[in-house]
């Protein structure tokens, strides 16, 4: 009795347990103590089992440069998009970095193609308190370039080297001496003029040399304001020197102190003199433009314009091929007539033909001093400009059409473009 009441206790003392890989029955005895053996393998052993894997695992991925990486950007993503949250209506902060290697890496693709122009001039002083006498004396000046090609052809602004002027009291000549200074090279190179274009601004260069770094150049129709621009060239002298700023307007019309009107790119980026001829870059170092002009004086800060590099391309090989660009040419001289001075003269709103080239197109065509031209191509115009951006959207030899009014009377002609002289 007392034996089989003992078993009973016995078997009171165990619970079962099943186990779900082997679906045995196992008894263990709850009130029988824990070893210290069977603690360690229990608890301790998968413990530091785990510590270790766990080590070894960061370790491994922290050690891996590409996985690193992975790690450190998903963590910068998370706490940029958690502070975002937190900030609504505020912008997260941006390394500068990447602005700075924007630069260095425009720097660096079109420094190798930029050059450094040194003009020589003759410069004549009139005296006259005693008489008028002559005294020659030379000057200086200096410019910057692009290289267009590796055999030596460089396009820069006319302005540079082929300008030339006269004032009451001193003439300058044109160039008479062109050297050029390439990217970290000491050596003057002389060079000779291929061609100019006073119009445009424009005027191609060459020097003997070869294996020269061309520079690339973008599409400047696509430029948009706000984009990143730097300005290269060879300001007061200092050679290979950049400036950075952005895209502030593009198709600005400028007129220059010559009175002659450019459609241009406008930055912000420093343009000083000698800059012009030089680049004005996109973030990719390509060329979208020639620095040729700034705006200066009191109050004015950060305008400077550059020629659209599109606009260039016909110029540049025409420069090349013929030294000179081929234009239509009609063959008058016009004045604008304002409504003012149209209703001043019993005339009406247009062109008013001052003078007529003989042999000309116009002439040709039967145009006759005192008419006012008032239609191009179909469309009503009253300024010169507009009747000389028709114009030039036509080849030589083209046919234009134009509508004058001749004493009250509205006639129609067909002109046929000459070359202009």
């Given at each position: 009795?007392?034996?089989n009441e003992k078993k009973e206790k016995?078997?009171?003392?165990?619970?079962?347990?099943?186990?779900?890989?082997?679906?045995?029955?196992?008894?263990?005895?709850?009130?029988?103590?824990?070893?210290?053996?069977?603690?360690?393998?229990?608890?301790?052993?998968?413990?530091?089992?785990?510590?270790?894997?766990?080590?070894?695992?960061?370790?491994?991925?922290?050690?891996?440069?590409?996985?690193?990486?992975?790690?450190?950007?998903?963590?910068?993503?998370?706490?940029?998009?958690?502070?975002?949250?937190?900030?609504?209506?505020?912008?997260?902060?941006?390394?500068?970095?990447?602005?700075?290697?924007?630069?260095?890496?425009?720097?660096?693709?079109?420094?190798?193609?930029?050059?450094?122009?040194?003009?020589?001039?003759?410069?004549?002083?009139?005296?006259?308190?005693?008489?008028?006498?002559?005294?020659?004396?030379?000057?200086?000046?200096?410019?910057?370039?692009?290289?267009?090609?590796?055999?030596?052809?460089?396009?820069?602004?006319?302005?540079?080297?082929?300008?030339?002027?006269?004032?009451?009291?001193?003439?300058?000549?044109e160039a008479t001496k062109l050297t050029?200074?390439?990217?970290?090279?000491?050596?003057?190179?002389?060079?000779?003029?291929?061609?100019?274009?006073?119009?445009?601004?424009?005027?191609?260069?060459?020097?003997?040399?070869?294996?020269?770094?061309?520079?690339?150049?973008?599409?400047?129709?696509?430029?948009?304001?706000?984009?990143?621009?730097?300005?290269?060239?060879?300001?007061?002298?200092?050679?290979?020197?950049?400036?950075?700023?952005?895209?502030?307007?593009?198709?600005?019309?400028?007129?220059?102190?010559?009175?002659?009107?450019?459609?241009?790119?406008?930055?912000?980026?420093?343009?000083?003199?000698?800059?012009?001829?030089?680049?004005?870059?996109?973030?990719?170092?390509?060329?979208?433009?020639?620095?040729?002009?700034?705006?200066?004086?009191?109050?004015?800060?950060?305008?400077?314009?550059?020629?659209?590099?599109?606009?260039?391309?016909?110029?540049?090989?025409?420069?090349?091929?013929?030294?000179?660009?081929?234009?239509?040419?009609?063959?008058?001289?016009?004045?604008?007539?304002?409504?003012?001075?149209?209703?001043?003269?019993?005339?009406?709103?247009?062109?008013?033909?001052?003078?007529?080239?003989?042999?000309?197109?116009?002439?040709?065509?039967?145009?006759?001093?005192?008419?006012?031209?008032?239609?191009?191509?179909?469309?009503?115009?009253?300024?010169?400009?507009?009747?000389?951006?028709?114009?030039?959207?036509?080849?030589?030899?083209?046919?234009?059409?134009?509508?004058?009014n001749r004493d009250g009377q509205e006639?129609?002609?067909?002109?046929?473009?000459?070359?202009?002289?």
């Amino acid at each position: 009795m007392e034996e089989n009441e003992k078993k009973e206790k016995n078997v009171q003392n165990f619970r079962t347990v099943q186990n779900p890989n082997t679906y045995k029955t196992i008894y263990k005895n709850e009130s029988t103590p824990k070893s210290k053996i069977g603690f360690g393998r229990g608890f301790l052993l998968p413990f530091f089992s785990g510590a270790v894997g766990c080590a070894v695992v960061l370790g491994t991925c922290l050690g891996v440069p590409s996985i690193r990486s992975k790690i450190i950007n998903e963590t910068s993503h998370i706490e940029s998009t958690t502070n975002n949250s937190q900030n609504s209506g505020y912008v997260s902060q941006t390394s500068l970095s990447n602005y700075s290697d924007t630069a260095v890496y425009a720097a660096n693709k079109i420094l190798p193609s930029i050059v450094g122009i040194e003009v020589e001039y003759n410069v004549n002083s009139l005296m006259s308190m005693f008489g008028r006498q002559t005294q020659a004396s030379t000057a200086t000046a200096s410019g910057s370039g692009i290289i267009i090609s590796d055999d030596g052809y460089i396009l820069t602004n006319n302005h540079i080297v082929a300008s030339s002027s006269s004032e009451s009291y001193y003439e300058v000549s044109e160039a008479t001496k062109l050297t050029v200074t390439l990217f970290n090279d000491e050596t003057k190179y002389e060079a000779k003029i291929i061609g100019t274009d006073e119009q445009t601004d424009l005027a191609v260069i060459k020097i003997e040399k070869t294996g020269l770094s061309k520079a690339e150049f973008a599409d400047s129709d696509n430029i948009k304001v706000g984009e990143f621009a730097m300005a290269v060239g060879n300001p007061l002298g200092m050679q290979s020197s950049i400036t950075c700023g952005v895209i502030s307007a593009v198709n600005r019309e400028v007129t220059d102190s010559d009175g002659k009107k450019f459609t241009l790119i406008q930055t912000d980026a420093a343009i000083n003199s000698g800059n012009s001829g030089g680049a004005l870059v996109n973030n990719e170092g390509k060329v979208i433009g020639i620095n040729t002009l700034k705006l200066s004086g009191t109050g004015i800060e950060g305008m400077g314009f550059a020629i659209p590099i599109n606009a260039t391309t016909d110029i540049t090989s025409q420069l090349i091929q013929y030294s000179k660009v081929k234009r239509p040419y009609i063959g008058i001289s016009g004045m604008d007539l304002t409504e003012k001075t149209a209703k001043a003269n019993n005339l009406v709103v247009g062109i008013y033909v001052k003078s007529i080239d003989d042999f000309s197109a116009g002439e040709k065509a039967g145009l006759k001093i005192g008419d006012v031209i008032i239609e191009a191509d179909g469309k009503k115009i009253t300024t010169m400009d507009e009747l000389n951006e028709i114009k030039n959207s036509h080849k030589i030899g083209d046919e234009m059409k134009i509508k004058v009014n001749r004493d009250g009377q509205e006639k129609e002609l067909t002109l046929t473009l000459g070359e202009q002289p």
